[in-house]
């Protein structure tokens, strides 16, 4: 199972879009999970949506109405659309594997991405 890479990323003006890519070579074989997290400088790490091979997503608060989540289990990758970008949604997104109940080998997963940045101006 491949670590997994980002992209995507970019610099947008509030109220535009954008669509980032994780893909992560073997992940939907295995079972694995994956979750988005953002992370601002001076800030803690935040969670901000996950989804299971099964396609059952997740969002944090904060995104929920704005991003989607979606997965393409042929290509190994999950993508995340994000809508109404606002300048609070400034940060590197990272993506990581996670295991799930039914993960085939669970030591395959847990590996993290390098992150793509997203920069919103207002």
């Known amino acids: 199972q491949g670590q997994p890479v980002e992209s995507g990323g970019g610099s947008v003006q509030a109220g535009g879009s954008l669509r980032l890519s994780c893909t992560a070579p073997g992940f939907a074989s295995n079972n694995c999970g994956l979750d988005w997290y953002r992370q601002s400088p001076g800030k803690q790490r935040e969670w901000v949506s996950s989804?299971?091979?099964?396609?059952?997503?997740a969002y944090a608060r904060s995104v929920k109405g704005r991003f989607t989540i979606s997965i393409d289990k042929a290509k190994d990758t999950v993508y995340l659309e994000m809508n109404n970008l606002k300048s609070e949604d400034t940060a590197m997104y990272s993506c990581?594997?996670?295991?799930?109940?039914?993960?085939?080998?669970?030591?395959?997963?847990?590996?993290w991405g390098q992150g793509t940045q997203v920069t919103v101006s207002s």
């Open positions: 989804i299971s091979t099964d396609g059952t997503a």
């Open positions: 990581r594997t996670e295991r799930e109940h039914n993960t085939v080998i669970p030591d395959l997963c847990g590996s």
